[in-house]
């Protein structure tokens, strides 16, 4: 069953958000399982808001790629993360993502790579 999972992170930056999916390459080879990820400044770090396929998908990641490529950084935050069973989903303008995505300021293309 697809699940929602919101990642509060306080401290993380905007440099530390980018250096952690840069070593991971998600966005250019992308776990099999995850169907959407959107990330926004908060008013103390990072919300990362994602949609996966299940549970055991989205937690076989956590543990096995992103926390331990964090470690590997030294970016060491304390993460809360809510996991909740997808209730529905409205996306009228999907065609439109890509391109919104590559002029997003925290995209592939956009980071500033500059070491934290």
Do not use: K
Not at 24 to 42: F, K, L, N
């Amino acid at each position: 069953m697809a699940v929602v999972t919101t990642l509060d992170i306080p401290g993380l930056t905007a440099n530390e958000y980018g250096r952690i999916l840069d070593r991971i390459g998600v966005e250019r080879r992308p776990a099999g399982g995850i169907y959407q990820h959107v990330a926004h400044p908060t008013a103390d770090g990072y919300r990362i808001i994602e949609i996966w396929d299940d549970r055991t998908g989205l937690e076989h990641f956590l543990e096995n790629t992103l926390f331990p490529a964090a470690q590997a950084l030294g970016i060491q935050r304390e993460v809360s993360v809510t996991i909740e069973t997808l209730h529905n989903i409205f996306a009228p303008r999907i065609g439109e993502l890509a391109a919104l995505a590559s002029t997003a300021p925290g995209g592939p293309d956009n980071r500033d790579h500059a070491p934290a």
